[in-house]
């Protein structure tokens, strides 16, 4: 199927740390917004979004499919306001879901891009795919629910709580700019590669699979199986 087999390897390399360490914020936050402010909140957010593969791998899914500047730019903010809706509102209200829960729902996210992608709807259902305007701001809204809960895992005290909200979700907005950058960069360039087509399909195979991957690793943690 691919004729760059070194290609469909190194890729499946990358992948393994992504699945691996996805949400990977250190002991040592906690302390950190304990005695820097406002922003710590700012520094803590943005690490989070760096960190946060899954939500990056979504993103990524996104632009893969996007042929224009214009568009990539309307997709990114409409999830940026999805997942700050409910970033901002879920915390502020307080409203609390199980973490491995929705963290698996993210893990189905990136599956559901990589099948998007590549014409699954269309091959296997033969129905279009969902609007993805639509399901791209759908997808923030939960992205922005997973968001909500890493930042009520932390002690924010009882003092300037709205204001340490919004400095953590103006952090993830950085850091999701700081991510993308690289990103956007190397799939236009590789479009320009007569080998983009295996790379595209490579790279969509893998969100699915470090969906998939996801998914289970975020259930067994709910059931208490690892």
Known sequence: MFKNPKLLLSLGLFFIPVVVFAHDVSSGDQEILNNGGLLSYIWVGAKHMVTGYDHLLFLAGVIFFLKSIKDILKFITVFTIGHSIMLIGATFMEIQVNEHIIDAIIGLSVLYKGFENLKGFERYFNVKAPNLFLMVL??????????????????????????????????????????????????????????????????????????????????AGYYNIL
Not at 147 to 165: A, C, E, H, N, P
């Open 138 to 219: 759908l997808f923030g809204l939960i992205h922005g629910m997973g968001l909500s809960t890493r930042l009520q895992s932390f002690d924010m005290g009882t003092d300037q709580v709205l204001l340490k909200i919004l400095s953590f979700n103006l952090g993830v907005e950085l850091g999701q700019i700081i991510a993308l950058i690289p990103i956007v960069l190397l799939i236009r360039l590789w479009k320009k590669k007569s080998s983009y087509q295996a790379f595209y399909k490579a790279c969509n195979i893998y969100l699915i699979i470090a969906g998939v991957l996801l998914f289970l690793y975020q259930m």
